[in-house]
């Protein structure tokens, strides 16, 4: 079998760190699996590597679409096997690493995901029944037509809970009687990075003070002057979507960092629920320990690393 090794975990908690020392070491290539790191001139806001980290070993799926264009899980789960497939053909080590729980895991578990055309007329009309504020009334819909989708769909994703109203109502089927899994063709290594509450929080708001350092404001300002607005799914998410409310007037500057780092917070702590400390295929390791050891005692010690050993 081929290998591939996984490095999973909340936003914020070093994963990427993790990822270049192996894949420097063991020959390896990163495949992202964070659904904001594929958009083009999406830096800061990100948290995407810096163009020096880039440089040290190939990345794959990232700045690969512009804001404004669509892009979901059946395009991701394509884009990473073709790249796992490339990888391993040449001989060299996948790494898979992102927070992203559903892109991991459709990887990682074979997911076959129904193929249910678009329908941008019925998702537009379930939009604008979410932008008058009827999100929790679509989300009850779904737990009506659907509640094992419901269980696995955060009500705040209003996107998810669209997408599984419009299969479900263009199958006649429920959404997760239509997921089914295949085996992948290689065997995985899952590593999960982990910290305690305070520690994260501690180390998501640093990062985000970092970001704004970094000029997140300009980047955002930069993007609108584009031509990409705040309405598109790219501009909603974590960061942007205050910064626009900041630059519309709607709230101050502070106001704005603190949201940040509220729902940055909310965020990672709904990331568990995709990696949980209980899942018994993930190695967990508490970066508030020594990550170096684990380095030198768990990942090197793996003996058919040997194989990718520069």
Not at 100 to 129: H, N
Not at 214 to 227: A, D, H, I, P, Y
């Amino acid at each position: 079998m081929n290998r591939l090794v996984a490095i999973v975990g909340p936003t914020g908690v070093g994963k990427t760190r993790l990822a270049l020392q192996i894949a420097q070491q063991f020959n390896g290539e990163i495949i992202n699996a964070d659904s904001r790191q594929v958009y083009r001139y999406m830096d800061i806001g990100t948290a995407k590597p810096e163009p020096a980290e880039l440089a040290l070993v190939p990345h794959h799926i990232i700045d690969i679409i512009n804001p404004d264009e669509e892009f979901g899980l059946s395009q991701y789960q394509e884009l990473a096997n073709r790249a796992i497939d490339d990888i391993q053909r040449r001989g060299k080590l996948p790494l898979l690493v992102g927070g992203t729980g559903q892109y991991v895991r459709a990887v990682l578990e074979g997911w076959v995901i129904p193929a249910v055309a678009p329908d941008p007329e019925f998702r537009l009309g379930l939009q604008k029944r979410a932008d008058r504020g009827e999100s929790a009334e679509l989300y009850q819909e779904l737990v009506r037509v659907d509640p094992v989708a419901a269980q696995n769909i955060d009500s705040r994703n209003v996107r998810r809970v669209i997408r599984a109203l419009e299969v479900s109502h263009h199958t006649g089927v429920p959404f997760s009687g239509l997921q089914r899994k295949k085996a992948p063709p290689f065997d995985s290594l899952i590593i999960g990075l982990t910290a305690g509450r305070t520690e994260l929080y501690r180390r998501i708001d640093s990062r985000v003070d970092i970001m704004l350092d970094r000029g997140l404001v300009k980047e955002t300002k930069n993007l609108v002057s584009m031509g990409y607005g705040f309405d598109l799914p790219s501009m909603s998410g974590i960061g942007y979507k205050q910064i626009g409310q900041y630059l519309q007037g709607e709230i101050s500057l502070e106001t704005a960092k603190d949201q940040i780092k509220f729902e940055t917070h909310r965020l990672a702590r709904h990331q568990y629920a995709w990696f949980r400390l209980s899942d018994k295929r993930i190695q967990w390791f508490d970066v508030e320990g020594d990550v170096e050891a684990l380095f030198q005692h768990y990942i090197i010690n793996q003996p058919w690393l040997a194989d990718f050993h520069r």
